[in-house]
């Protein structure tokens, strides 16, 4: 009797691990298609940022280091000096505009 106790637990241990494997499977398949179905959705959906969700231009730490950041920082950050981003400020702002405080776009002046 005992070797046929032992015989029915090796057919209920394999049966149970191919089930174990085909339930593996069936939890990857579905964990793929929520996946895919996620991309999908964010796909569709239009995700902006509203202007109050961002901080004043003054605030960025672009900004921080270009007014109050020392030249060996502004090197580090950039690797360029205060007078190259100076003469590149020059030579682009023929091509972008910064609004005044007043809501009328002007022209940006190139840092002295």
């Not at 109050?52 to 502004?74: E, K, R």
Request: hydrophobic content about 40%.
């Amino acid at each position: 009797m005992a070797a046929k106790d032992v015989d029915a637990m090796l057919v209920m241990a394999s049966a149970f691990v191919e089930q174990e494997e085909a339930l593996q499977e069936v939890r990857r398949e579905v964990y793929d298609k929520l996946v895919e179905e996620a991309w999908r959705i964010a796909m569709r959906t239009r995700h902006y940022l509203t202007t109050q969700c961002l901080d004043t231009p003054s605030d960025y730490a672009w900004m921080m280091l270009y007014t109050h950041g020392s030249d060996i920082n502004f090197i580090t950050a950039t690797s360029l000096t205060r007078s190259a981003i100076h003469q590149l400020l020059r030579r682009f702002s023929r091509f972008y505009y910064i609004p005044t405080q007043h809501g009328t776009r002007a022209a940006p002046k190139a840092p002295t």
